[in-house]
């Protein structure tokens, strides 16, 4: 997987591209990571990559010219690409599109505006898939390239320790993840559950089964809507609902 940042930041993105997965990612040769300094495409003594906004308000606008010309030069360089920009504009970022990024066999390319964003003509000229993390706005487009860089990879067999992790996460099956402990067993009153500690493998399966759809219907009860259900899943769900009188705690099964 190869992924190049276009930024005016770029020690942001190196800085975490230098740490933790993403850093054994590329050791492994299974990431390569290029980041790509806006001013270094800008033709003025002052290299300036952003100007203030025709019609008038505040902010600043990335200027089209050094995008089109880091473009042309990756382009060039390597053939086709995939275009993304961080935009709140954008489609939202999901599990089931980190999973296509991860397939993706073109490079991807993130083009991170910054204060008002870019300049319109960038996404006129260029196919560019806009990408949002959520209905708020942030400061720039590193943040939610990095997080989006960051979900991908993980996909990517190789790039976690455990190679069933990825596959027993939340959202996998449109369902939120089970519980998780470790040591010590007892923590301020508060003990591991006696099955995890069991031995028992089936039974610790289960109740990691049931958790987890516990875990959805109490936190994120619109996931349901997407599952696909097993008739073990429906007896757990049915389990769970007994042990809840409160209406707000139950929901109708499918």
Not at 96 to 118: K, N, Q, V
Not at 129 to 136: A, F, K, N, V
Request: charged letters at 25%; proline letters at 6%; a negative charge.
């Amino acid at each position: 997987m190869r992924c190049d940042v276009l930024t005016l930041f770029p020690e942001l993105i190196l800085s975490v591209g230098s740490q933790s997965m993403m850093k054994r990612a590329q050791d492994k040769g299974l990431l390569t990571l290029h980041v790509h300094n806006l001013r270094d495409y800008t033709d003025d003594p002052h290299r300036t990559a952003d100007d203030t906004p025709y019609g008038g308000g505040g902010g600043m606008v990335i200027k089209a010219e050094p995008i089109f010309r880091a473009i042309d030069r990756i382009e060039q360089d390597l053939g086709e690409i995939r275009m993304i920009v961080p935009s709140p504009q954008g489609i939202q970022f999901s599990h089931g599109l980190a999973r296509d990024l991860s397939l993706e066999t073109r490079p991807l390319m993130f083009i991170c505006g910054h204060y008002e964003g870019i300049d319109e003509r960038v996404r006129t000229h260029f196919p560019v898939e806009e990408i949002s993390l959520g209905d708020y706005v942030l400061t720039g487009g590193e943040l939610p390239a990095l997080v989006m860089i960051d979900a991908a990879m993980r996909l990517i067999p190789g790039v976690l320790g455990d190679p069933h992790s990825a596959q027993q996460e939340s959202f996998v099956e449109s369902l939120l993840d089970f519980p998780h402990f470790t040591k010590p067993v007892e923590m301020r009153g508060m003990s591991v559950p006696d099955i995890l500690m069991s031995g028992n493998h089936e039974a610790i399966r289960r109740w990691r089964r049931k958790e987890s759809l516990r875990q959805t219907l109490l936190k994120r009860p619109d996931l349901l809507d997407r599952h696909t259900w097993s008739s073990e899943d429906r007896q757990l769900l049915e389990e769970i609902e007994q042990n809840y009188t409160s209406t707000s705690c139950s929901t109708t099964r499918p």
